[in-house]
């Protein structure tokens, strides 16, 4: 089947933090571990303004607070890391190109560093966008992602469409 969408980006520590970002930042998981963070924060002022920093309770929920707040942040800059690291030892040190391409039924994935993979879109469960990128994610949590500004065939606005047209919300 001919190509209808392509394109080629570097998997750099800025598309990492975008990518991890949107992980640690709007999956549902994440949003509920954000308002626990933030309702703790409130009982914790609530006690502050109560007990005016007697009651040992405050105590407890501020060092409740800054264990989730430092587990949250922690999370997303240990996968940056992670990933980065076993790229930088894959790539022998130079960030790893890729190309993702798209036909009607299918999603095709090469890299510089020779991974080459194709599946059928029947297997991508989810999609979402972040700035720079639209990533498909597979059944088994691969992700698949398309540079927005370096379509080599066809463009942003079209896949967008054709996403849609095959059932994916973004």
């Known amino acids: 089947m001919p190509v209808l969408f392509e394109s080629s980006y570097s998997m750099t520590k800025e598309f990492y933090q975008e990518i991890f970002s949107f992980y640690s930042l709007k999956?549902?998981?994440?949003?509920?571990q954000l308002i626990v963070i933030i309702l703790v924060l409130i009982l914790m002022?609530?006690?502050?303004?109560?007990d005016s920093f007697k009651s040992p309770l405050f105590y407890s929920a501020l060092a409740i607070w800054l264990l989730l707040l430092a587990m949250h942040f922690l999370t997303y800059r240990l996968q940056v890391n992670m990933t980065l690291k076993r790229n930088?030892?894959?790539s022998k040190n130079t960030p790893i190109s890729c190309t993702v391409s798209a036909t009607q039924n299918s999603l095709g994935y090469r890299t510089s560093i020779?991974?080459?993979?194709?599946?059928?879109?029947?297997a991508v469960k989810s999609a979402f966008q972040t700035k720079n990128y639209i990533v498909l994610v597979s059944a088994n949590k691969l992700t698949y992602s398309f540079c927005?500004?370096?379509?080599?065939?066809?463009?942003?606005?079209d896949f967008l469409?054709?996403?849609?047209?095959k059932g994916y919300k973004i």
């Open 27 to 32: 999956r549902p998981s994440k949003i509920i």
């Open 45 to 50: 002022l609530w006690l502050a303004i109560l």
């Open 88 to 90: 930088a030892e894959l």
């Open 114 to 122: 020779g991974t080459n993979v194709e599946i059928d879109f029947s």
């Open 148 to 157: 927005k500004n370096h379509f080599t065939v066809g463009n942003y606005e």
């Open 161 to 165: 469409q054709f996403l849609r047209s």
